[in-house]
C-alpha cells in the first residue's frame, strides 16, 4: 500500500535565530525564507527554499547556464594556453633565435605563462560565483578577466612597437658574431649554435659576410665550418632568426586574439549574472 505524503510549510523570518538557519544562510550568501517537508515518519525530508528562484524567469537559468558552460571552457582554455606559453618558452629554436639576441621576445612567452595560471584560478572562481550566487565572486571574476584583457592589449602594442627595435638588436649581435668569430670564443660559439640550429651563414649576406672581413684573420680562415658543404647558397642568419620569431609570435597572437574574445564573453555574462543575482528580491 502506498504510503501517504504529506508536505507543510514552515515560514521563517530573515531574524530567525535558529542558529542551524543563520550558518546556512552565511554559506549560501543569501536569505532562506521557507522550509518544506515531505513524507511521514522518519524517512521524511527538509528542504529550505529560496523563493526568488522561481521569480527570476528563463533569463536569469539560461545566463546561469551559459555561464557554468563558460567557466568550463574557460579552465580548460587556460590549460592550453599554459601549455602554449610553456612549449614556446622552452622551444629550442625560439631559444636560439631570441634568448641572447632579443630578451624581450620571452615577454610574450611568459605572459601566455602567467596569463594560462590566472585564467585556470579565474575559471573555479567564476563557476563557485555561479553555483553560490555570489556577488562578490562573481564581479572579482570580471575585474580579473578586465585586468588581464587590458595586460593583453598592453603587452599587443608592446610587441608591435618593438618589433623593428628587436630586429635591429638581432642583426647588430649577429655582424658582432661574425666580425669576432675568430677571436672571442663567446662569439664563435654562439655563431655556431645558430648556423648549425637554422642551416645558416653570416648575418645578412651568407658566407659573403665573412668573405669581406678586412681583418687579415679573418680573410684567411676563410667561412667557418658550421656554415655547411654548401655554404655559398645559405642564407643570412638573420633571415632564419627572424621567420622562426615570426612564426612563434603569429602563434601568440592568433592564442592572444581567441582568449580576448572569450575574456569580453566572460565579462557579458559575468556582469550579467551579477546584476539578475542584485535585482532579485
Known sequence: MARAERTIRVEVQPDDSNPCLRRLRSFWGRNLTGM???GIGPGAKSHYLDPRSSERGPCYSLTRLFMFIFTG??????IVILAVGI???????FKAAVSDHAP???????????V??????????????????????????FLVLFFVFILLVACAIWSDASK??????????????????????????????????????????GALDYQKQQQPLLARAGVPASCGARSSQAEGCYFSIVQQLDAQMTKIAAVGVTVALVMIIGMVLSLTLCWHVMEAP
Open 73 to 78: 571552457l574557460f579552465f580548460i582554455l587556460g
Open 116 to 141: 594560462g595560471l590566472v585564467m585556470i584560478l579565474t575559471g573555479f572562481v567564476g563557476c563557485l560565483g555561479a553555483v553560490r550566487e555570489s556577488r562578490c565572486l562573481l564581479f572579482s571574476f
Open 87 to 93: 612549449a614556446v618558452r622552452t622551444d629550442a629554436d
Open 36 to 38: 518544506t517537508e515531505s
Open 104 to 114: 624581450g621576445a620571452n615577454v610574450g612567452a611568459g605572459l601566455f605563462i602567467f
Open 164 to 205: 623593428s627595435k628587436m630586429r635591429a638588436s638581432i642583426a647588430a649581435r649577429l655582424e658582432a658574431g661574425v666580425m669576432n668569430y675568430y677571436s672571442d670564443a663567446g662569439s664563435r660559439q654562439m655563431m655556431d649554435s645558430i648556423q648549425n640550429r637554422f642551416r645558416c651563414c653570416g648575418s645578412l649576406e
